[in-house]
């Protein structure tokens, strides 16, 4: 028997061999990929915007009820002069309030983890002004702000100051209970937990508010100034839509829309490509695995 199995151990080839001569899976690399993610969403842009063209051009449906593609790329083209200043003072707002918030609520959210006692005094305030709608707080703000870009200001501030106080403050509590016990062990100060510990382990916490922030601040933008009205110099992409709408002028309208849709993508590919750039060397959201 002990030589039937030194026969066969002879007689099979070397697992090396084995090794070398199987065919070995390739897998798919990185550049289609990439190319796939912008392809094809751009693909079915182009047919959704295909498809609209057809059916307003075989059912003949009149411009100011939908107006073709056409009809609003010439519409963004001609109005570009009275559209323009409009999206530089939505951004602006945006962006201002965008920044207010996050200062705000990552000063804010320090402070919360920091003392329980100001948590408890502080919190159910930040709550209070989440869940009011901004429709109802906008009028009682033009009566007490300055004028009304303060007002339209403070009302996109409110709506993006939420999300990043509360996951701030949720990263910030989730930073693992051993960790902590360690820079306890060696002596380290609260102040220095908090700086080299718990800080960069909210990290991904904060990004994550900050994305969900972008896009709050700019829909507040625009609803403030519905609910504010803003009218001449300073006004927005929200009045340039109500101006639109009353002179039924619906091609420039959606030409408006247009703008703010941009917008809104750039503002979330903006926090989405700084949110990549801060995690993606060591956080597993952003890590790319081979599997």
């Not at 026969?7 to 990929?33: F, I, K, Q, W, Y």
């Not at 005094?121 to 009682?140: D, E, N, W």
């Not at 009045?239 to 091609?251: A, G, K, M, V």
Request: hydrophobic share 60%; net charge neutral.
């Amino acid at each position: 028997m002990a030589d039937a199995v030194d026969r066969n151990l002879a007689a099979a080839p070397p697992l090396a061999d084995e090794a070398a001569t199987a065919p070995v899976p390739v897998r798919p690399s990185g550049v289609p990929d990439k190319v796939l993610r912008i392809v094809v969403p751009l693909g079915m842009f182009c047919l959704a915007i295909l498809a609209w063209h057809l059916y307003v051009t075989i059912n003949e449906v009149p411009h100011y009820i939908l107006p073709s593609p056409v009809l609003v790329a010439q519409a963004l083209w001609n109005d570009w002069g009275t559209l323009a200043p409009a999206l530089f003072v939505t951004i602006k707002i945006t962006f201002t309030a965008l920044f207010l918030a996050l200062v705000g609520g990552v000063g804010l959210a320090i402070l919360l983890v920091q003392s329980r006692w100001i948590e408890l005094a502080l919190f159910p305030f930040a709550v209070i002004l989440q869940v009011t709608p901004i429709v109802a707080i906008a009028p009682l703000l033009l009566i007490y702000a300055s004028d009304t870009q303060t007002a339209l200001l403070i009302c996109a501030f409110l709506v993006a100051f939420f999300p990043i106080l509360s996951n701030m403050v949720q990263g910030l509590k989730s930073v693992d209970h051993n960790l902590i016990n360690l820079f306890e062990l060696y002596g380290a100060s609260r102040w220095q937990t908090l700086i080299h510990l718990k800080i960069p382990a909210s990290l991904p916490y904060f990004m994550a508010g900050l994305r969900i922030g972008g896009g709050l601040a700019l829909i507040a933008a625009v609803v403030a100034e519905f609910a504010a009205g803003s009218a001449g110099a300073g006004s927005g992409l929200a009045f340039r839509l109500l101006e639109s709408q009353y002179r039924l002028n619906i091609p420039r309208l959606f030409a408006a829309l247009v703008l703010l849709t941009a917008t809104g993508v750039a503002i979330f590919a903006l926090t989405s490509f700084i949110s990549w750039l801060s995690l993606r060397r060591w956080h597993e959201s952003a890590i790319r695995r081979e599997n």
